[in-house]
Antibody, heavy 128, light 106 residues
Framework: QLQLQESGPGLVRPSETLVLTCTVSGVSITSSNKYWGWIRQPPGKGLAWVGSIFYGGNTFYNPSLKSRVTMSFDTSRNSVSLRLSSVTAADTAVYFC????????????????????WGQGALVTVSS | SYELIQPPSVSVALGQTASIPCGGNRIVSKNVNWFQQKPRQAPVLVIFRDSDRPSGIPERFSASNSGSTATLTISRAQAGDEADYYCQVWDSDAWVFGGGTKLTVL
């Protein structure tokens, strides 16, 4: 059974870098042929896509966050990480990691935004 | 930037059919995904690629996409369907979510 679990500090100071890890169990991320995404949700508000990454392939970031976001894999921990720099109070949110069901054409894999497995979410508060 | 417009709330009587619209410029040309989110839980994918249902999602959930409006339809609404529903599409190098619709089952 595929499971995702976010982890990281619950409190980050303004101007610092937010770092979250999504540990995946039940499948190897290096051989999954899937995109893995981060989606966030400010308290009481709607969903907002942060970015998606494919092992050995493309990375897509929300243009509104692109200058501050980095996503990467840690294969030794079967995990995906999110780094968001220069945070402000506007970055306070529950951060979810999720697997993208994707689309497969020939020998190429594409993201589809169909996030079918999600972690429980991690609340990150930006405050001094 | 592309906008997806959803009504903040929709109500439906128990056992009746609920329709949740999602408006966007020429949305018919895009693949629409729908997510259900209950309080303090992660979202759940209920519809992908306009009208496909993931395994485990009841047939009561269906969707269509035409012109400038995509619609999620929930037949025979149950108390357990009460949740926030979000539509989502890809546009201009980003996945865009609608603002969400709170479904109340009366």
């Amino acid at each position: 059974q595929l499971q995702l679990q976010e982890s990281g500090p619950g409190l980050v100071r303004p101007s610092e870098t937010l770092v979250l890890t999504c540990t995946v169990s039940g499948v190897s991320i290096t051989s999954s042929n899937k995109y893995w995404g981060w989606i966030r949700q400010p308290p009481g508000k709607g969903l907002a896509w942060v970015g998606s990454i494919f092992y050995g392939g493309n990375t897509f970031y929300n243009p509104s966050l692109k200058s501050r976001v980095t996503m990467s894999f840690d294969t030794s921990r079967n995990s995906v990480s999110l780094r968001l720099s220069s945070v402000t109070a506007a970055d306070t949110a529950v951060y979810f990691c999720a697997r993208d069901l994707g689309v497969h054409y020939g020998n190429r894999y594409y993201q589809s935004g169909s996030f079918d497995y999600w972690g429980q979410g991690a609340l990150v508060t930006v405050s001094s | 930037s592309y906008e997806l417009i959803q009504p903040p709330s929709v109500s439906v009587a128990l056992g009746q059919t609920a329709s949740i619209p999602c408006g966007g410029n020429r949305i018919v040309s895009k693949n629409v995904n729908w997510f259900q989110q209950k309080p303090r839980q992660a979202p759940v994918l209920v519809i992908f690629r306009d009208s496909d249902r993931p395994s485990g999602i009841p047939e009561r959930f269906s969707a269509s996409n035409s012109g400038s409006t995509a619609t999620l339809t929930i037949s025979r609404a149950q108390a357990g369907d009460e949740a926030d529903y979000y539509c989502q599409v890809w546009d201009s190098d980003a996945w865009v979510f609608g603002g969400g619709t709170k479904l109340t089952v009366l």
